[in-house]
């Protein structure tokens, strides 16, 4: 939340000036960061981000030092942390030098690495940082084809069997998988997830269409994951203007997220890092830093840190004009400053730092912990067509768009409405 990186950031930045220097980062990175820790990942790519772009030559002596291979996947299997680190590692430089670079780094060492790394023989924490590198690879269309053409789509297959499961490592593991085959590593003749999920019960979800660019929402529209280096963030499609209202989130993974209420004047500024409670429309519970934000400022809570499986609970009550949030149902003092500024219009938000995920409860199923008070669900109040309740793989999406026409003589802006005015010098 600081404006200015702490000094030691500065100086790893410094360091990484020169080739050496960036080598010595990495490999630093690779052998000290804990398994452990919930914001480990997130460090990585935090400094990778920070740190100056690396020249082809580091680039190459990067891949000489790691020597990956098959082989090296098997190899230190009982020390997990480093090839959770490498994985990580590989999937951040694939992000940053997407193009030429990119498909350079995916020697084919490193490919047999990554794939190697999804066995069962694996760390679950291994394969989840392996499945995302191989993401982030196949940003670039040739790395993609590279990595379709290894078969990996059978391999996602039996994973995917983990999304629902009680360990939430593997149903992290099970969620990627699923969202690649749904997305990247298509399988001919396997029906897309959205197409088979049952909908009948969900009359709120989180919005697809308003979204920023890289969150992954699952099929069922509860689930949501940030696998990025930005600050992802989404609303539901559901808005509250009057009442009582409580829904419920399940913590998937334990390290940085701003999960609460926002109005469509919330700004969403995933690369500034602003998100929910970055600003006066919006007020967030963090259980990782143990913080309540509002219009970007922060005061802590009471609350220990929250880990997996963790229930929060969040109340808006817009006739006392307080929210109150609850930790496994234990609840914090009212939170009433967001309603100087916004007192209607409340959507349920969340923000995502890289690596995070949670599933929401709009009063589709039973609440673990409900408040002693009456409220009401989004889940009794909302309504979705069955067209609305549908969220397409992206490439679906694309193709869609594509198929959009537009007016010879419409606005070359919103491309709704017919061009009317023209701005001068610039002839838009």
């Known amino acids: 939340s600081d404006q200015e990186p702490p000094y030691s950031m500065i100086t790893l930045h410094e360091m990484a000036e020169t080739d050496e220097g960036w080598l010595e980062v990495v490999q630093s990175?690779?052998?000290v960061i804990p398994l452990e820790d919930p914001l480990g990942p997130a460090v990585i790519t935090l400094l990778l981000d920070e740190c100056p772009l690396p020249t082809k030559d580091a680039l190459q002596k990067l891949t000489e030092i790691l020597n990956l291979s098959g082989a090296a996947a098997c190899q230190d299997s009982c020390h997990p942390a480093k090839h959770r680190n490498t994985t990580a590692v590989l999937g951040c430089l694939a992000e940053k030098l997407a193009g030429p670079a990119?498909?350079?780094?995916?020697s084919p060492g490193i490919l047999e690495y990554l794939l190697h790394s999804l066995n069962f023989q694996s760390h679950p924490t291994v394969m989840l940082f392996a499945l995302i590198a191989l993401e982030k690879f196949a940003?670039?269309?040739?790395?993609?084809?590279?990595?379709?053409?290894?078969?990996?789509?059978?391999?996602?297959i039996l994973l995917e069997k983990w999304t629902d499961n009680p360990d939430y490592l593997k149903r992290q593991v099970g969620f990627c998988a699923q969202w690649s085959l749904d997305n990247l590593f298509l399988k001919?003749?396997?029906?897309?997830?959205?197409?088979?999920?049952?909908?009948?019960?969900?009359?709120?979800?989180l919005n697809s269409n308003d979204v920023s660019e890289y969150l992954k929402i699952s099929p069922h529209g509860l689930e949501a994951r940030c696998d990025a280096s930005s600050f992802e963030s989404v609303r539901c499609t559901f808005c509250v203007d009057s009442g009582v209202w409580y829904y419920e989130v399940t913590v998937i993974t334990s390290g940085v997220m701003q999960i609460g209420w926002a109005t469509k004047d919330s700004k969403f500024l995933n690369h500034e890092g602003y998100g929910i409670g970055d600003d006066e429309y919006s007020c967030a519970y963090d259980g990782c830093r143990q913080l309540i934000w509002y219009n970007a400022r922060s005061k802590p809570h009471s609350h220990p840190c929250w880990k997996e499986g963790d229930t929060i609970g969040f109340l808006l009550d817009l006739q006392e004009k307080q929210m109150i949030f609850?930790?496994?149902?234990?609840?914090?003092?009212?939170?009433?400053?967001v309603?100087?500024?916004?007192?209607?219009?409340?959507?349920?938000?969340?923000?995502?730092m890289s690596y995070q995920q949670c599933e929401f409860n709009f009063g589709a199923k039973p609440f673990k912990y409900p408040p002693p008070m009456k409220f009401s669900t989004f889940n009794d109040h909302a309504f979705l067509t069955a067209e609305e309740k549908i969220i397409l793989p992206r490439h679906r999406r694309l193709a869609l768009l594509k198929q959009v026409s537009i007016r010879e003589n419409c606005c070359t802006l919103c491309c709704d409405e017919v061009a009317d005015t023209e701005l001068r010098p610039c002839g838009h």
């Open 188 to 205: 001919e003749g396997r029906q897309f997830t959205y197409e088979k999920v049952d909908l009948t019960n969900i009359r709120a979800m």
């Open 102 to 106: 990119s498909i350079g780094l995916l």
């Open 339 to 352: 309603f100087s500024s916004a007192v209607s219009g409340f959507f349920a938000a969340a923000s995502f």
């Open 29 to 31: 990175l690779i052998r």
């Open 139 to 156: 940003q670039t269309s040739e790395n993609k084809m590279t990595v379709s053409e290894s078969c990996i789509s059978d391999q996602l």
């Open 326 to 337: 609850y930790l496994n149902g234990n609840q914090l003092p009212a939170e009433k400053q």
